[in-house]
């Protein structure tokens, strides 16, 4: 400030000034609130996620040495065991998904009604998605065992003899592929129908009363009522289900070991923790970056698929 | 009227078939559910010497001493053989290293627990009738006590997965809860971007993510700490918890904030003096949401802990590096399940109402 201005004028002013800030901005502080409110979501986002997803990036195109290079990725692509990983991680994804998928939405359709014990019959379904993945691992690696509980059983009510054990886990990888794709769907299974059951229960009885009401069969007010207005629902529970199936590892590792099966998100885990040295951590930092594209792609293309970017234009016109 | 009765005919006849479906979906639930649970109250004398192993673990082992010139022999009845088999040392004398001995065995192998003078009492017996049978009850525990023994520093894993998961709950309900609020309430650009990022942390491995983490974390001092682990895990709850908060805000009518605010109080005070109140139930269901996620998590805490591994870690070494018989790691495994399991019985209409509102 100029000391030579007379105090009059400089106190009206910054009156004048403060005033005018204060009449903007009782506007832009009314917008400002949700920006404020998701500030620190934002920020956190950046430091713990996208930051480190960069870092990852970064990283995986540098040797040992801290020199760029393409090595890593050109590791990966030459080796038969990424190709291996990449076609048993697709066959369990494809599989598991469309059945896990058919099968949620047939019960959650059945069980979409009221009746007595449902919170309860909810609850048990539910337990699957709470359990640990450790202690799904426990569960069946002790029922699979050739003297595990699964052969016991059948021993107890005389379906097999001694003899007729069972090798569940000594299988080849077809067999090795259903037997992950049956744990897979006993586990996720529940939760998908409950998303499904969630959806419908917003559909509500009394649209689909009215479809009946005009005359639509059972089956018409299934594909041309339920099934559209659940479209959102299903996009979610498909979505979350193909990021997470493509990141299958930890129950074929509890079972098998590693390497017996390779899937992309072990080999990972197999170059980062298993091998130990620097080289190969930075491969596996390569590796999860190559997944991380996969999911995406594999998530954007079902979006694509499904036409939920075109109802989201549709919603911006 | 023949119309009628064919119709409730009809509907009974639905009515059944729905419940035989529920049943059976239950049972199909419950049936792995349920050996992981027995084979936690097993003995290591059920899971390694009777085959087929019992479904259901008995409540008591029966025993049997008898003698013959080399001196006493133990017997265990073995069900799957439908007779007494011999148990432990083949043969012991009546003095009082061998019975001592003989009393850890018991209690190791069978999970029964009998004193030395007991077993001087029943030696007597068998002096003068030639053999003695007699029952001890199991002790059903055993294997949880024996875990937290045997597993290395499985009691202090647990106190860490509990600080993990406190703190998770408080950054990712503090963040997440702010970033619903705005969501319930109001519109804003990117709100769209922000829905779908639940989705796009979810798209980069968490075990990809926890790797570039090593660094970040070590170079801030917290590097194999609770609370850095739990920063990690905020990444994913902070999504969950916007959806699961703002489905709650939205279930409470801006009406009653208007109201309060007819009446004088601020939009904060609104906030914190009816909204709060009423949202309070949906945010600890969200809570708990939180505590099982972080709870539950393994991958992530593997490669981001050394010396201080949270509970899950300790079991999935357990199970990985066999160091432990199966009905040792089952019975780790239920310990680690049952608290996420409960909390899932309090929250589990919340769970349908979150997925009601979840929509991409």
Redesign the interface.
Known sequence: MRPDLPAAFLSGYMMTITKDQLSLSKETRKKMVPYLLIAPVVIYYSMFWLFPVLNAIIESFKDVDGIWTFGNYIHIFKDPVFYEALSNTAFIVIFSVTIEFILAFGLALLINKKFRGSSMFLFLAMIPMSLPAVAVGAMWSSGLATRGWLNSFLMNFGFIDDASKILFLAGGKMSTMLLIIIIDAWTVIPFVMIILLAGLQGVGEDVREAGAIFGGTKFQILRKITIPMLKPTITTAMILRIISAIQIWLIIVLLYGFNRLPVLLEQVVLNYDQLGAEYFERIGLALSVVVAIIVSAAAIFYLKVSGSFEKEEKQDE | MNNVVKRQLRRSAKRTS??I??VG??F???F??F??F??SFMSDYETYSE?????VPSFKANFMIDKNTEGYHLFIFNKSEDGFMPFGPLVFANNEKDIDSLRKFIKLQSNCKISSQKIVEYLKVVDNNSRVEFSIKKDLLANYILFFKVVNGAPKAVLNSLMVAGATIL?SL???G??G??FA????K?K?I?KL?V?F?????????A???V??LAKMGLYDQPLGLS??Y??GQ?SMS?WITASVFMSIPVSLEEAAMIFGTSKVGAFWHVTLPLALPGLAACAMYSF?GS??E??AA??LTQFNPTF?VV??KA??GSQGQ?NL??A???A??LP??I???II??Y??????G???
């Open positions: 729905l419940y479906v529920l979906i239950a199909i639930i419950i792995p559910v050996f992981l027995s084979f085959w087929p192993k019992p479904l950054i503090s963040i997440g702010l970033g609020y705005a309430r109001y519109f804003f990117g769209n922000l990022s989705l942390v979810r798209m980069f491995p968490a075990v990809s993510l790797i570039p983490m660094i970040i920063l990690v905020s990444v902070i916007i099982i709870w539950n393994v991958i593997v490669v899950p079991v999935y199970l990985v199966i790691i089952t780790g495994s239920v680690q399940a996420a399991i909390f899932t019985l589990r209409k769970i349908i109402q979150m997925w009601g979840v929509k991409v």
